[in-house]
């Protein structure tokens, strides 16, 4: 199992960012406007498009129930350091201030150029996740979590699978 981290970060408007840690030296990173379900609060919503600073629109999901997936539009952003799975405190050039928001290990299921599927098991965030890039944009990304491998997310037939 490999490790993941999720920081909190504060610039230039308040996101979290997901790393998944890999053999390389450099950690694949992802930019979510609002935390994984999986919260210990009540249902939450889905996000707006990116770039707002806000985690409202209209559809409800409940996370972590298993049968409704949290789903929220994600941006690939560039590889980041290793030191980041671990670090908190200020980032360098005035770009704000980076809190462990959740950290564990998971399980790679799928990891392919557009497509990840993962088990987190975090002390906050524990369950199924996919990352599937949209083909309309290289940076945007669809993360979708489950509490259990069970539904259409999971029925696709991937033969790639992580080493």
């Given at each position: 199992m490999a490790r993941?981290?999720?920081?909190e970060h504060d610039h230039p408007h308040l996101h979290w960012d997901l790393f998944l840690e890999t053999a390389g030296e450099r950690v694949p990173t992802w930019r979510l406007p609002c935390p994984p379900g999986g919260l210990e609060v009540p249902p939450k919503q889905i996000p707006a498009p990116l770039g707002t600073g806000s985690c409202t629109t209209t559809t409800q999901v409940q996370p972590g129930r298993g049968e409704v997936?949290?789903?929220?539009?994600?941006?690939?952003?560039?590889?980041?350091?290793r030191?980041?799975?671990?670090y908190e405190g200020p980032v360098s050039a005035n770009r704000g201030i980076v809190r462990i928001w959740d950290t564990g290990l998971y399980i790679p299921l799928?990891?392919?150029e557009n497509y990840w599927e993962v088990r987190l098991e975090g002390s906050r965030v524990r369950g199924f996740v996919a990352l599937s890039r949209q083909e309309t944009a290289e940076k945007e990304w669809?993360?979708?979590?489950?509490?259990?491998?069970?539904?259409?997310?999971?029925?696709?037939d991937v033969p790639k699978k992580c080493e």
């Open positions: 993941f981290t999720i920081l997936p949290f789903r929220m539009p994600v941006e690939r952003i560039a590889d980041h350091r030191l980041y799975l671990d799928v990891c392919e669809i993360f979708t979590m489950m509490a259990e491998k069970s539904g259409s997310l999971w029925e696709r």
